[in-house]
Each structure stands twice: as C-alpha cells, then as structure tokens.
C-alpha cells in the first residue's frame, strides 16, 4: 500500500510541524491561529488511530486508514456500477471475507434478503436437508490422530491452522494464532520455515511441518539432522510432525522466502544466509524413493517418542502415490496422517505459472487420495486431512464428504487476523501486518485483540458446521457422506458427489484386474522407486 514508508513517523512529524508553523507564524500575524480548528480535530482523530489496538489498518495508516473503511461503507453503490460484485472477487470474494470477519468479530453473522449465489450456475454446491433434523452437537467431535505404533496419539480439532511460516508471516501474526489456537482448542502448523520461539511462546498445540530444507532441524551443508530434529520434537506442545513432500500453490518448486523479509532472528532459526532469497529445494535428500520416505516417516516418529507423523502433498503424477501405496503394502510402515493441499493453495510467493497452471486441485486430489487408501485397504489406518480454500461451515461439510477426516485453513485464518486481501505477501508491505517483517507495519497487528479474533473465527465456523450437519439429519461427522453433496453441472441438471466421482470398493486395486482408469498408473507404480516402470512405458 505505502511500502516501507513509516506512515506512523510521518504522522507524529507532521503533527509537530503544524504546531510549530502556527505557532512561528503567529507571532508576525496572531490571527493565524484560526488554524488550530483545522489541524487539531485532526490531529485527534490520528492519535485515537495510533492508540487504538483493533484496527491495524488505522493503527498502521492514522487518517489515512479511514479512507478504506469510507470506500467500504459506501462499496455497495460502487461495485454495483463500477467494480466487482460481492460474488465475484478473487481468490476470495467479498461474500467469503466479510463472514470471515463478522465471525472473527462476533458481529451479527447473518445475511438477508436471500443468496447472492446464482444456484443455476455449474459448479454451485449444496447439501440437502432432512424433514427430521438431528439433535446439534454440543461439543465438537475430536479426531485422534496416531496409528498402532504411535505412543502418543492426537486428538485434533476438525477445524485447524493451515501452514504458514514465521518470515512469510510477521512475528506477531504468529503469536496471535497459536494463542488462538490454545483458547480455541486447535492445532497451528508452523508452515516450512521452522520451529520459532513464537510458535511456542503462547503454548498452543504445533505441528512442526519439516519441509525440504530441515529448516530448525538442519545441519551446516543443508540435510536433515536427527539429533537437532529430537530435541525440539521433544517439546511438549510440539503435537503432531508432517513431512513437507510438495504444496498446492507451488507443487515441485520449494519454498521462497524473499530476502527483503529476511531478518538476523528468521536467519538463525533457519540456518541460512541473509544475502539472497532463501529457497527450499524442490525434493528431500533425506530420501529418494517410497520405502525411503515411509523410512524416514517411521525414524521421525521414533525421534520424537513416538507423537504422530504424516506427510503433506499435492497430488501430481498419480503412479507416483500409488507407488506409495505400495510400498505401504510391501513394508507394513504407515504414516499416521496425509495431508491432501489442493492447486488453488495459497503461498506469499510462488511464479504465476505454478500458481495458476500446475497441481491437482484439493477435490480432486482428496477423492485421489482416498480412492487410493481404499482400494489398497489402507484407508481407515490412515487419517486425512484436506487443504486448500476452506474457510466455511460448508466447505468442511464438502472435504469431509469426499473423505478427509479433518480440514486446516491458512487464508481464513489470516483474514480473522485483519487481512484485507491486499496481495502484498511476497513484497514485505502488508498493510495489516500480518505478512510483513517492517516492524513499523508489524506494531499494527496487536496480538492480544486478533488471537481472540482467531479463535472466535474458528468457534463460530465449527458451530455453523455442526448446526448444518444436523440440519442434513446426520449426527456426527463421520456420517457425512458423497452422496450427501450436490453439484450443478448445468443450468438445468446436477449430480451428487458420489456420482460426480466415482468411489473405489475397499480392496479394489488388491484385485488382478483395477478399474480401468487407475490401470496404467497401478501397473506403472513400484515401491522402490517414483519413477514409473519401464516396461509400462514401452
């Protein structure tokens, strides 16, 4: 918005000078000091902006800031004739961010006058309802996450933090959601870049991600090293541990962190350099291969005394989690969870190309994943967890459907934290201060205020979640059901999810003949290797 301007400075500065001018002109003309009408009620209003702590907008931007909420109040005549409609906006429209913030904000969370929606549009969705509504759930369900051979199960929230990194993100955005997550219940995923003091700090439930490069957990040279890995994994709040294989906004390309958002403290918690952007590589040198992975998967969770780990994927060449799979079969070693990103997966940097054109999107992806634990009677081993644009009552209603176990939400936790969608990530001028490291920027974004925005966020969409699921007459998550969701695929027709996609028995790849359409790619898949078999591909 004003990059790294001190706009605050600049304020306190200006309000000095004013004084001064009319003062030192005053003394030549006394009638000058008519201008203190002018300059004082605006001085005024810029220190309440500054010494407020709810709006980091005015707090960043005193009087200037106002400018944006004057715009919103009279945005509806301005979209209606000039700009975007309430439905149209991208990556979220207005519809999504203002429920986002009218629950961050316990502000009435209600609509009126109908769905702005068009409902005969391809690609509406929705849930049918029962005539005999189920009781609602006082309580959240939880979902434990651990396997046979974990010693320290989980049990997670249906609703979580997505992975945000501490350097994408500022330090106080990540204070403010892990202490969300601790009043609220949830778990917070540090995102790639490492385990920060401010991931810890609040005391909120973690899950470490370990990306590519190892980063909190990384020798001198860049690999993996185990002893540094088991010392941290051992702190108590440290819940859960993934495995970063490949993210939905840049699948097969590695994380970016700019070098304008590097700072001495991002530097020593990584282990990097602060002379050039810090990029990820694109795949693991602790392993290259399946049964590598599964190996690796099962030393990380021995490391950490036995606590859940899993890994996170989009999904891409589909002989290459087949192979996966069955490497699953040929070892017995199973991660405790899988983590399915989908293509439109958001990042705070990534080249428009791997954002826009390259990874599976997450329905796709998760109906994939699914499919493919089923077929090879591994599915309820295995817990999934879907992300990728969820940030509703619904949204949860419609992964769980098609077979995630649970959700995590990056962006929507970011809007109950203040963004405003302003698509400064990458640049380091996040007006809110939620994905900045300018410290002048940050101060906007007061921990105290926006943790229990995340909080109230996460409660207000669990309970519209819970209140729809009995609405559809079902009374506990896992009843939710493919066929329970309907999908417009024309003006004038529709279909239900298991319809939509076509849902492997269990066992079904076990058998000598697959399905058709996996038959090339299960035959491709080996569990030494992810590179497809020769003799397929002759």
């Known amino acids: 918005m004003f990059g790294h301007f001190p706009i605050r400075k600049l304020f306190y500065a ?46 960043n931007f ?28 991208r990556p979220f429209n207005r519809n999504n961010r203002s429920n986002i913030y009218q629950r961050a904000k316990k502000a ?29 759930l006082s309580q959240e369900p939880r979902i434990q996450v651990g396997g046979e051979h974990c010693l320290k199960p989980y049990m ?62 990384r020798k001198p040279d860049g690999t993996f090293c185990p002893d540094a890995f088991a010392e941290k994994a051992a702190i108590e709040n440290v ?10 906004a840049k699948p097969g390309h590695g994380g970016i ?59 891409g060449n589909p002989h290459e989690f087949f192979a996966i799979c069955k490497a699953m079969l040929e070892t017995g070693l199973l991660p405790d969870f899988i983590t399915v990103d989908g293509g439109e997966g958001g990042t705070g940097a990534a080249p428009l190309e791997f ?49 995630a176990d649970m959700c995590n939400s990056a962006r929507g936790m970011m809007f109950a934290l203040g963004c405003i969608q302003a698509l400064q990530c990458h640049a380091n ?29 996460h409660k207000a969409t669990i309970k519209t979640f819970l209140e729809m699921l009995a609405a559809a007459g079902l009374s506990h998550p896992s009843e939710l059901r493919p066929w329970h969701i309907f999908q417009r695929i024309n003006s004038h027709e529709s279909k239900t999810l298991a319809e939509l996609y076509d849902y492997l028995e269990p066992g079904a790849l076990l058998d000598k003949a697959p399905p058709g359409r996996y038959l090339r790619a299960w035959r491709e898949a080996r569990p030494d290797s992810f590179s497809p078999s020769q003799l397929i591909i002759r």
Request: with cysteine; hydrophobic share 40%.
């Open 257 to 315: 962190l700019p070098k304008s958002k590097i700072t001495p403290e991002i530097a020593q918690i990584r282990g990097v350099g602060m002379d050039k952007d810090v990029l990820s590589p694109p795949g693991h040198s602790a392993f290259d291969s399946p049964i590598g992975l599964l190996n690796f998967v099962t030393e990380l969770r021995k490391l950490s005394g036995g606590k859940p780990v899993g890994f996170k994927l989009c999904v």
């Open 429 to 457: 001028t996040c007006p809110t201060g939620v994905a900045t490291q300018n410290q002048d920027l940050m101060k906007g974004l007061v921990v105290e205020h926006k943790s229990a925005r995340v909080a109230q966020y």
């Open 62 to 89: 005193p009087l200037l800031g106002h400018g944006r909420y004057l715009l919103e109040s009279i945005r509806p005549e301005i979209n209606q004739y000039f700009v975007e409609s309430d439905t149209d906006g």
């Open 156 to 217: 997670a929230s249906l609703f979580n933090v997505s992975a945000m990194s501490y350097g994408s993100l500022s330090k106080n955005a990540v204070l403010a959601l892990n202490t969300g997550a601790k009043i609220g219940g949830f778990a917070h995923n540090t995102g790639e870049g490492g385990l920060s003091p401010y991931h810890l700090e609040p005391g909120g439930d973690i899950i470490w991600q370990l990306g590519t490069g190892y980063f909190s957990a």
């Open 355 to 403: 954002s826009d054109n390259v990874g599976t999107p997450l329905y796709d992806g998760l109906f994939f994943v699914h499919n493919a634990l089923n077929g090879c009677n591994l599915r309820e081993k295995i817990r999934v967890i879907a992300s990728g644009k969820v940030s509703n009552g619904f949204h949860i209603a419609k992964t769980l459907a098609l077979g």
């Open 14 to 59: 200006s309000s000095v000078l004013s004084f001064a001018l009319i003062e030192g002109i005053a003394v030549f003309n006394p009638g000058i000091r008519w201008a203190y009408c002018l300059t004082l009620p605006l001085i005024y209003v810029g220190f309440q902006d500054v010494l407020q702590t709810k709006q980091a907008i005015k707090r």
């Open 239 to 248: 819940k859960m541990i993934e495995v970063k294989l490949s993210q939905g």
């Open 108 to 136: 009435l969370n209600t609509s009126p006058f109908g769905t702005k929606e068009n409902v005969y549009e391809p690609g509406y969705s929705w849930i049918n309802h029962s005539i005999h509504p189920a009781a609602i």
